[in-house]
């Protein structure tokens, strides 16, 4: 079964701090990923997507991620960090068959003003 | 264009119960998903429904179970409610395609005494 994995659970950074939060997902096959983020009461929303063609993909916010076919990861970056930031990123992978989205447990990130 | 309603906000149900939850999709969106989110699980796919048919389904119990309405909107119905089904459930819609951006709703949070 496909699976998706994020390592770290909580990340806490002072603003203006590079960020990187890693995934990485178990299915071999062409796959769909996605990073979403939910803000303090808010509805998931969007981040970025990476269909094909460029594995570097750049999303809303500053935010970007590259796809590494070898390495079965799709980590996500923002150069420097803002307290607006501050929310929990979801990884998810669609991929083969299955037209539903598999979700990472999810990183919470806490940026320090 | 209205984003993904969902109805009630909250619920708060006792073992044994059952409960509905009703989605209403982004205007033109022919495909509903709906996932269940826990601070243990993360995430979870139950099933998605499109052009009222269910077209994937999760791991989850027969308890568990929808319908899709020939305008779209959709029902969730969870029946005989036990503590662990206390959760945020999630509903997003697409237009249906291979992959489709997925659009969430505010959830709704079912608690279960």
């Known amino acids: 079964a496909q699976s998706v994995s994020q390592h770290n659970h909580h990340v806490i950074l002072s603003e203006a701090a590079s960020l990187e939060l890693g995934c990485n997902y178990s299915?071999?096959?062409?796959?769909?990923l996605f990073w979403y983020v939910q803000y303090p009461g808010q509805h998931l929303q969007l981040l970025l997507k990476?269909?094909?063609?460029?594995?570097l993909v750049k999303g809303i916010k500053g935010f970007e991620a590259e796809f590494i076919k070898s390495k079965f990861s799709f980590n996500l970056r923002k150069p420097s960090v803002q307290w607006s930031d501050t929310a929990e990123y979801f990884c998810?992978?669609?991929?083969?068959?299955?037209?539903?989205?598999?979700f990472g447990k999810g990183t919470k990130l806490s940026v320090k003003p | 264009k209205a984003g993904v309603t969902q109805t009630p906000r909250y619920l708060i149900k006792t073992r044994g119960q059952q409960v509905t939850l009703s989605c209403s999709p982004i205007?033109?969106?022919?495909?509903v998903s709906w996932y269940q989110q826990t601070p243990g699980q993360g995430l979870q796919f139950l099933f998605e429904?499109?052009?009222?048919?269910?077209?994937n389904k999760g791991n989850f119990p027969g308890r568990f179970s929808g319908r899709q309405f020939s305008n779209s909107r959709s029902e969730m119905n969870v029946s005989t409610l036990e503590l662990g089904d206390s959760a945020l459930y999630l509903c997003?819609?697409?237009?249906?395609?291979?992959?489709?951006?997925?659009?969430f709703g505010p959830g709704t949070r079912l608690t279960v005494l």
């Open positions: 997003a819609s697409s237009y249906g395609g291979e992959a489709n951006e997925q659009f």
């Open positions: 299915y071999g096959g062409t796959v769909n």
């Open positions: 990476y269909f094909s063609g460029d594995p």
């Open positions: 998810a992978v669609i991929g083969g068959s299955q037209g539903n989205l598999i």
């Open positions: 205007s033109g969106h022919r495909s």
């Open positions: 429904y499109f052009s009222e048919t269910q077209r």
